[in-house]
């Protein structure tokens, strides 16, 4: 089954799709750093209260 776009759609297409994937990358890749500050923060939580440091805090 092919898909026959018309001339609109086409050029519709080529300029929406980039944004949309580098939309849909940068989500990704929020939620990821995001999750990673969450962790490095329990974790600095765990030592703090176990009256060990992590080495890059003071």
């Known amino acids: 089954?092919?898909?026959n776009l018309s001339i609109?759609?086409?050029e519709t297409l080529n300029r929406w799709l980039?944004?949309?994937?580098?939309?849909v990358v940068v989500?990704?890749?929020a939620r990821?750093?995001?999750r990673f500050?969450?962790?490095?923060?329990?974790?600095?939580w765990v030592m703090f209260w176990a009256?060990?440091?992590l080495p890059f805090w003071f």
């Open 18 to 23: 980039p944004t949309l994937l580098a939309v």
């Open 27 to 29: 989500w990704f890749v």
């Open 32 to 34: 990821r750093i995001k």
């Open 51 to 53: 009256g060990g440091r």
């Open 8 to 10: 609109d759609q086409r």
């Open 37 to 44: 500050f969450w962790a490095v923060f329990g974790i600095g």
């Open 1 to 3: 089954m092919s898909m």
